[in-house]
């Protein structure tokens, strides 16, 4: 089993960053595909930025060169800059393998100025 508690949300102005942790624990993290999802009032969860067990990492097309993911033993991060209005969502940390996937409660990305 695993477990994934996100911290680092906030409000923040257009062009300024944000800094996303997911703090893991289990067994099962560290061979698992780990990732961060958003979900904006009225949308479905969307794919930000997923890793690999390997460190290779993927993103969705709005954030590629703006954000960056990264992970450790025990860690998934995001790092957000140049954030835009459109990027305000829940943030969701997931962590999945072939027969599993679990999913953290959400932190909340507001920008506004």
């Known amino acids: 089993q695993v477990q994934l508690v996100e911290t680092g949300g906030g409000l923040v102005q257009p062009g300024g960053s944000l800094r996303l942790s997911c703090a893991a624990s289990g067994s099962l993290f560290s061979s698992s595909l780990a990732g961060w999802y958003r979900q904006a009032p009225g949308e479905q969860r969307k794919l930000v930025a997923i890793i690999t067990s390997r460190g290779s990492p993927k993103y969705a097309e709005s954030v590629k060169d703006r954000f960056t993911i990264s992970r450790d033993k025990n860690t998934v991060s995001l790092q957000m800059n140049s954030l835009k209005p459109e990027d305000t969502a829940v943030y969701y940390c997931?962590?999945?393998?072939?027969?599993?996937?679990?999913w953290g409660q959400g932190t909340q990305v507001t920008v506004s100025s």
């Open positions: 997931n962590a999945h393998g072939f027969d599993y996937e679990y």
